[in-house]
């Protein structure tokens, strides 16, 4: 399974609403994780099963779709957001498939 | 507190191997599979394979069979991934990372692998 994320970066600024895409090329069900990569650090479990938000993760990140078509949305960013984020399946695997990655920057 | 610790930084000769360990605290080793993650400098993530180590059960990626060797110690909860064969593209941060049912809610903090001549 190939997962496309778009867009590649995203320029916005803190307070504004982001929008994070992930496409599957065939169904994963709801088996979607996405994960949040600073610089010089692990990626973080973000949410898994496509709209579970991970133990300690704040409300203003949420997940939603099923099937192909994936969102990662942040209600409002917080300077803390601005990283690299990835999405992931689980449902047909091995092998257990990342996007490409969405770099957040701050405008 | 749950924890994944990785060894440390190592400079590889092309055609060496390297053997990374990854030792798990504050929870039973054996109850989740242990998946490994590589990315190369500025690039995305890569999965390679797991292991499970209750039964030493493993999986690899298509491009990494037959060269990484994924190998577990349950008795001091540890475990290892070795990548035989080194080339300068094997030039990358090397994760190791719990697998909960969903997804991988645990990361270690990464084993920088480089390879030069």
């Known amino acids: 399974v190939v997962l496309t994320q778009s867009p590649a970066t995203l320029s916005l600024s803190p307070g504004e609403r982001a929008t994070l895409s992930c496409r599957a090329s065939?169904?994963?069900?709801?088996?979607l994780a996405w994960y949040q990569q600073k610089p010089g650090q692990a990626p973080r479990l973000l949410i898994y099963d496509a709209d579970k938000r991970a133990t300690g993760v704040p409300a203003r990140f949420s997940g939603s779709g099923s099937g192909t078509d994936f969102t990662l949305t942040i209600s409002s960013l917080e300077p803390e957001d601005f990283a690299v984020y990835y999405c992931q399946q689980r449902s047909n695997w091995p092998p257990c498939s990342f996007g490409q990655g969405t770099r957040l920057e701050i405008k | 507190q749950v924890h994944l610790v990785q060894s440390g930084a190592e400079v590889k000769k092309p055609g060496a191997s390297v053997k990374v360990t990854c030792k798990a605290s504050g929870y039973t080793f054996k109850d989740y599979y242990m998946h490994w993650v590589r990315q190369a400098p500025g690039q995305g993530l890569e999965w390679m394979g797991w292991?499970?180590?209750?039964?030493?059960?493993?999986n690899f990626a298509q491009e990494f069979q037959g060269r990484v060797t994924l190998t577990s110690d349950t008795s001091i909860s540890t475990a290892y991934m070795e990548i035989s064969g080194l080339r300068s593209d094997d030039t990358a941060l090397y994760y190791c990372a719990r697998a909960a049912p969903r997804a991988f809610d645990l990361w270690g903090q990464g084993t920088m692998v480089a390879v030069s001549s």
């Open positions: 065939q169904s994963v069900r709801s088996l």
């Open positions: 292991i499970n180590p209750d039964s030493g059960g493993t």
